[in-house]
């Protein structure tokens, strides 16, 4: 999903909202009953304004000879830039260290920033053609023989990218979370920050 970031094919994201967390409740319980109300709170990912950097799979190229580098003192290499054919991927890999997952990348060896522009809570499967298109995923093409379950639709896309990133129904990590399941997610839409 880096690439499409950075070819400015994706300009949104859904997370799930864990146990109601878009809702919190005010009541109390007083004499002859309960007052209080239910609102809206901030999206744990941003509001409108904020900033956010991305994590991605990187590289410092200078760690075989120095050691851990201070902050700007090494040359990074992103995960994402790696050329496609294997044989090549191989080769550019070998002039690095060793590739870091994109949890541990620290915010100073990051090359992306993004402003967020809208939040909005939603259930899963209420995402648009137009959204999942946002989602910056590449369409399966429709099987003509129709033994694939691919529509040829963002949409369908989608569906299977969620499911390979939080379960399929009967997967273990799938319980709640999955398409079928249809939980409430964040849909935040942001635009990169290229300044």
Known sequence: MVRA???????????????????????KRVAGGY???????????????????????WAAC???LRGTPARGEAEIAYGADA???????????????RFRPSIHMPRWASR???????????RLQEITEEDAM????????KDPEGDCWSDGTHRSAFEYLWGNIN??????????KSWIENPWVWA????RVTS
């Open 112 to 122: 992306i920033t993004l402003e967020v522009t809208s939040v909005r809570v939603q």
């Open 83 to 97: 050329p496609v054919p294997i044989a090549e991927w191989e080769a550019w890999r070998q002039q690095f260290d």
């Open 134 to 141: 946002a989602e910056g995923v590449t369409p399966f093409p």
């Open 62 to 64: 200078d760690w075989k």
């Open 167 to 176: 379960g399929f129904p009967g997967e273990a990590r799938g319980v709640g």
């Open 188 to 191: 935040v839409s942001f635009k």
């Open 5 to 27: 970031i950075l070819e400015g094919r994706k300009t949104q994201t859904r997370r799930i909202c864990k146990n109601g967390e878009w809702l919190k409740s005010t009541h």
């Open 35 to 57: 007052v209080g109300s239910i609102e809206p709170i901030a999206c744990p990912y941003g509001v409108a304004g904020d900033r956010l950097w991305v994590r991605e799979t």
